[in-house]
């Protein structure tokens, strides 16, 4: 199985001086699957770790949705570590858990849902399949914004 990475903007400002290292996005097919993901100020060990969002094969204690996120118990000295692990154990891990695409949340959560509360009502909708095609209408006391 082919993977890509995508390594994510580097955070900046002040926030960055806690996360100086960008996560990375692991792909099948051009979908988010996972993350390598980089140590952080609370990260005891300053090690790598690797992420995967995976279907959920019995129910748990949130009925919400049909995935989760699994962490690997690897953990590498670096991103290049990390990248060359994810290539070498994909097949593997693909034998073990479904894959789920992460962006298609978006789609399942947000596609057209009006939240309500307070008279002030939230509707979301996207568009393509780009997370940045978001569209979001926020309507209080009968005025809309977009």
Known sequence: MKVTFKKHAPITGLAGIGYSYPNVDIKINKKIIGEIIG?????????????????????????????????LK??????????????????QISERYTFYYRED????????NVFVENNLSIEIHYFESNLHNLMVYITNKGKTYL
């Open 39 to 71: 140590p952080t100020w609370q990260t005891p060990d300053g090690k790598w770790g690797i992420m995967f969002c995976v279907m959920k094969k019995e129910p748990d204690n949130n009925p919400n949705w049909n995935w989760k996120n699994i962490m």
């Open 74 to 91: 690897a953990r590498l000295n670096n991103e290049q570590d990390a990248r060359k692990f994810v290539e070498e154990y994909i097949d």
């Open 105 to 112: 949340w978006w789609k399942e959560y947000f596609m057209g």
